[in-house]
């Protein structure tokens, strides 16, 4: 199963305090972890706000995860068609390979041309929109209380 994957990169000193993270108090560990975790829901519930919807297959197959060990929040999204979606397509020219024409529609064909399609991004958007908004909270969580 593939995914989506579109990486981003925080400010310096934010991203500095994520790799540092040993360097802080246990409960400084614990705010930059916490909010790190609801950047990354949000940033994954903004995807879902923004995704195209058809069937809703792309739209349940956007998840996250956290990996503590790196500090990371990951979002991605796992419908086999997200990239298509992201970044749109090309004109396609189908041939059929065993058979001597294709059924599509009903109907018969030696050749088929898919039109292109534009680009529909929901992911980037989507960590754009929240970028400010978990550096800022990463921010107030390595601040001594």
Same mark, same amino acid.
């Given at each position: 199963?593939?995914? %989506?994957?579109?990486? *981003?990169? %925080?400010?310096?000193?934010?991203?500095? *305090? /994520?790799?540092?993270?040993?360097?802080?108090?246990?409960?400084?560990?614990?705010?930059?972890?916490?909010? /790190?975790?609801?950047?990354?829901?949000?940033?994954?519930?903004?995807?879902?706000?923004?995704?195209?919807?058809?069937?809703?297959? /792309?739209?349940?197959?956007?998840?996250?995860?956290?990996?503590?060990?790196?500090?990371?929040?990951?979002?991605?999204?796992?419908?086999?068609? *997200?990239? /298509?979606?992201?970044?749109?397509?090309? !004109?396609?020219? !189908?041939?059929?390979?065993?058979?001597k024409a294709l059924k599509f529609l009903g109907r018969f064909s030696m050749i088929?041309?898919?039109?292109?399609?534009?680009?529909?991004?929901?992911?980037?958007?989507?960590?754009?929109?929240?970028?400010?908004?978990?550096?800022? *909270?990463?921010?107030?969580?390595?601040?001594?209380?």
């Open positions: 199963m593939s995914a %989506l994957r579109i990486y *981003s990169n %925080l400010e310096k000193e934010v991203f500095k *305090s /994520l790799r540092d993270i040993s360097k802080y108090d246990a409960g400084a560990q614990a705010r930059i972890r916490a909010a /790190l975790r609801s950047g990354t829901e949000r940033v994954r519930d903004e995807a879902k706000a923004r995704v195209p919807v058809r069937t809703g297959r /792309l739209r349940q197959g956007i998840k996250y995860e956290m990996n503590v060990k790196g500090n990371q929040g990951i979002v991605r999204s796992t419908a086999p068609h *997200s990239h /298509l979606v992201e970044f749109g397509t090309g !004109v396609s020219v !189908v041939v059929p390979r065993r058979k088929n041309v898919i039109p292109a399609r534009k680009a529909r991004p929901f992911m980037r958007p989507a960590f754009e929109k929240e970028k400010p908004e978990i550096e800022r *909270s990463i921010r107030e969580a390595v601040k001594p209380k």
